[in-house]
């Protein structure tokens, strides 16, 4: 699998050695890093690009050499700092819109790299302004996947306070630390130092967003926060008798069969062993596994409260399902059905909720998102 280790910075390129530092040479065991990606501001850009790039000098070639690591190993070039606002040029986030913009930017770019379900993410938020770790710490909780990473790097108070430390090279050097006319007031050694990173455990809420659509941020916010709202809010019920699906205060009539197979999922939900739902999918079925004599059973039992057992519906169903002429198809297209009518009746952030969803590997297992504390008996 791929690591793409994504840093925001400002004038301080320290951290982005530091950090390929910690994960390729301290973590033990370690994780290779294939790429790096920067997103800084054009003041910053010029800065990193100076300190690190510079093929006479550049800091990172120094790097890789003191580990005899190929310079060709780990893709980071001029083309991999990227100056956020565009065309803006901005210096700094020193107003609103600066904010605004850079937010957008930097929750698109993660979006963006998290395409490609082979690839692992690092997001490093110790450098730059904080604004800009709060968005890149954002872009992962909205569209980071299960593998993906965020990361604060921490350094030996002495050695963040100076320009001139990088990394902990494998020959200690002497390093003087200046007071602000360049004076040098004190010698450190590199031997001395720490390089760590605290890992971050953070929310994931990809899957429950599943939004497709390039919105600005504060678009994306609000959004995430109606989705959210209707999570916690919505109660959902069933009158089997009269086919409705009573969804918070509004009524859906589904056909006989659709009903039938909605509830077998909501039952599933209330049965399951696990007190809280949260992202668990162990009440959630595959195809194959709704075809089951005890699926089958269940399903019978809730078409008998709308049709008598001597009905000839009842009967048909019944002996179908005796039979096993029920393929997989029967149930795709009868959700399919299911979730078309949904839509039809419900806001994008309801439908979200009440939908039947796939998950899992290959989104191969299907159940209902809601919480089982909202589905009322």
Same mark, same amino acid.
């Given at each position: ?40 501001? $054009? ?7 100076? $300190? ?13 050499? /003191? ?96 320009? /001139? ?89 589904? !056909? ?10 909501? $039952? ?17 079925? $595959? ?52 979730? !078309? ?37």
């Amino acid at each position: 699998m791929k690591t793409i280790l994504v840093c925001v910075a400002g004038i301080t390129p320290q951290i982005i050695t530091e950090t390929l530092y910690y994960y390729l040479i301290e973590k033990k065991p370690p994780i290779w890093i294939d790429e790096i990606y920067v997103l800084t501001t $054009s003041v910053g850009k010029e800065t990193i690009i100076n $300190s690190l790039l510079k093929k006479e000098h550049g800091v990172f070639y120094k790097f890789l050499s /003191d580990f005899h690591i190929g310079f060709q190993k780990i893709k980071f070039n001029e083309n991999s700092v990227i100056q956020l606002g565009g065309d803006s040029y901005i210096k700094d986030i020193s107003t609103d819109m600066d904010s605004a913009v850079i937010g957008n930017e930097i929750v698109n770019f993660i979006k963006k790299i998290a395409i490609d379900k082979n690839t692992r993410i690092i997001c490093s938020i110790a450098g730059g302004r904080k604004t800009m770790g709060v968005y890149l710490s954002l872009g992962l909780q909205l569209y980071g996947r299960e593998q993906d990473i965020l990361s604060h790097t921490l350094v030996s108070p002495d050695f963040e306070s100076t320009k /001139d430390f990088f990394y902990i090279p494998p020959v200690p050097e002497n390093i003087g630390i200046k007071d602000k006319n360049g004076k040098i007031i004190k010698i450190i050694n590199t031997k001395d130092a720490t390089i760590m990173c605290s890992e971050i455990i953070f929310v994931r809420l990809r899957n429950f967003l599943n939004i497709k659509d390039e919105l600005f941020y504060d678009d994306l916010v609000n959004i995430v926060q109606k989705k959210v709202d209707y999570c916690g809010t919505k109660l959902i019920s069933i009158d089997l008798k009269n086919k409705a699906l009573l969804l918070g205060n509004k009524k859906v009539i589904l !056909k006989p069969i659709e009903i039938c197979l909605y509830n077998l999922f909501l $039952s599933n939900k209330k049965m399951c062993v696990q007190e809280f739902c949260g992202d668990c999918t162990d009440c959630y079925m $595959s195809l194959n596994e709704m075809r089951s004599q005890e699926v089958y059973k269940n399903i019978l039992r809730f078409y008998n409260i709308i049709y008598t057992e001597n009905s000839g519906q009842y009967e048909r169903l019944k002996e179908s399902f005796k039979n096993d002429e029920k393929g997989e198809d029967f149930f795709s297209q009868n959700i399919s059905k299911i979730n !078309k009518t949904l839509k039809q009746h419900l806001n994008p952030f309801e439908f979200a909720v009440y939908k039947i969803s796939k998950m899992g590997k290959y989104n191969k297992r299907y159940g209902i998102y809601v919480d089982k504390k909202n589905i009322l008996s």
